[in-house]
């Protein structure tokens, strides 16, 4: 016979615990002494084995408490969140999501796939511009064509930003191409407002490699395009590079390029369904947060 995990009773013996006794325990728990004892005896009979064990007029975990003791904290979490999750009213309205051409592709797509299914009564508009007009949006008003908060990629971050990932910046080419060879260097830079133009721009110099530029737009498709037509290298982040398409290494004799950050904008003052997609995008990137700026 299946028995059935009271959370209730997990919530008593972590309390019991927490604050190391059965009578701190019930004042916590707002019970009477007898109730929380009630609560572990229930626990133990469920579990079949001992989770407490007396020394003197003290409790302490027995070995089978301490294996219970971690998986009983993530459950009674998993039960909060669930409750928090489904007692949250569904938002309606629009949010405007600020994003680089360089990204858009490779991340924002899963983002918006999983806020849609969380909150599908709220509009999203993307607003897709090289990183510095998207940080100029932020300071829009929204009828005016403005974001309610944004992605970046920048060599540093900014007031009410925070570093998500960092990324190098790289050189792509066709597979197989030969355009890495030529004099001039053909290269694809962007357009004037790109945060990747003037460091391409600064290394080729620095290297003394002559360049002429084939496509000097920022939008991914005629980059693309020019790239596996083999007819130019472009700098582009790491992550954002197709399959289809060669990282150049040091033996194309290319000059490095530095690191970027990918930041997220998030202003004061948000309404709630931006702030839960503020936070579909924080879980969209693996690894620990890097640094908060708000100065």
């Known amino acids: 016979m299946e028995h059935n995990l009271d959370v209730g009773l997990l919530r008593a013996f972590l309390t019991v615990v927490e604050t190391g006794g059965v009578t701190r325990a019930a004042a916590v728990l707002s019970v009477s002494q007898a109730a929380v004892s009630q609560q572990v005896k229930r626990l133990e009979e469920v579990l079949e084995c001992r989770i407490f064990e007396r020394q003197g007029r003290h409790l302490v975990l027995a070995p089978a408490g301490e294996r219970l003791l971690a998986q009983a904290r993530r459950l009674v979490a998993q039960n909060d969140e669930l409750l928090a999750t489904m007692r949250t009213p569904p938002f309606e309205g629009e949010v405007r999501l600020g994003v680089p051409y360089d990204i858009i592709t490779s991340i924002v797509p899963a983002i918006l796939r999983g806020f849609a299914k969380a909150q599908p009564r709220v509009r999203v508009s993307l607003v897709c511009e090289d990183s510095r007009v998207v940080r100029e949006a932020l300071r829009q008003p929204i009828d005016r064509g403005g974001v309610d908060l944004a992605l970046t990629t920048e060599l540093d971050c900014g007031r009410h930003g925070e570093t998500l990932r960092t990324d190098r910046l790289v050189w792509v080419g066709a597979a197989g191409g030969d355009a890495h060879l030529k004099d001039p260097l053909p290269v694809s830079l962007g357009a004037p407002t790109c945060v990747f133009r003037p460091i391409a721009i600064e290394a080729l110099g620095k290297a003394r490699r002559n360049w002429r530029a084939v496509c000097?737009?920022?939008?991914?498709?005629?980059?693309?395009?020019?790239?596996?037509?083999?007819?130019?290298?472009?700098?582009?982040?790491?992550?954002?590079v197709p399959d289809r398409f060669e990282i150049l290494g040091r033996d194309a004799k290319l000059p490095p390029l530095p690191e970027f950050r990918i930041n997220l904008y998030v202003p004061p003052g948000l309404s709630p369904a931006a702030r839960i997609l503020a936070e579909h995008v924080r879980a969209a990137f693996s690894g620990p947060r890097k640094s908060l700026h708000n100065n």
Do not use: I, N
């Open 216 to 240: 000097e737009v920022s939008r991914l498709e005629p980059v693309h395009a020019v790239l596996e037509a083999g007819l130019a290298v472009a700098p582009l982040l790491r992550s954002s």
